[in-house]
């Protein structure tokens, strides 16, 4: 299984989650895939021991090895420092 964790700011009215609803401001966003590709999406707030399922964050590739870009990708669209 690969992990990836980074920093992030949420966008305006926050970033749903599963289990908490929106949360906003400055983020820590986890996602792990497994040996068959599944992917896996979290956030916590910096610092925070629980992670939070972000809503529809879950997807099957078809290479697990795209698991980087894909984790590059969520933080660059979902890091909304200015909004």
């Known amino acids: 299984m690969s ?3 980074s920093p992030l700011t ?4 926050g ?8 949360i906003t401001g400055d983020l ?3 996602s792990t895939c497994t040996a068959d590709g599944v992917v896996q999406v979290k956030v916590r707030y910096t610092g ?3 992670w939070y399922r972000v809503r529809g964050g ?5 290479d697990p ?3 980087g870009a894909v984790h590059a990708l969520l933080v660059g669209v979902l890091n909304r ?3």
């Open 15 to 22: 970033l749903m989650t599963e289990d908490a609803g929106a």
């Open 48 to 50: 925070a021991e629980d």
């Open 65 to 67: 090895a795209d698991h």
């Open 10 to 13: 949420a966008p305006p009215g």
């Open 81 to 83: 420092p200015a909004g």
């Open 58 to 62: 879950q997807c099957k590739l078809s």
């Open 3 to 5: 992990e990836y964790v």
């Open 28 to 30: 820590d966003l986890r």
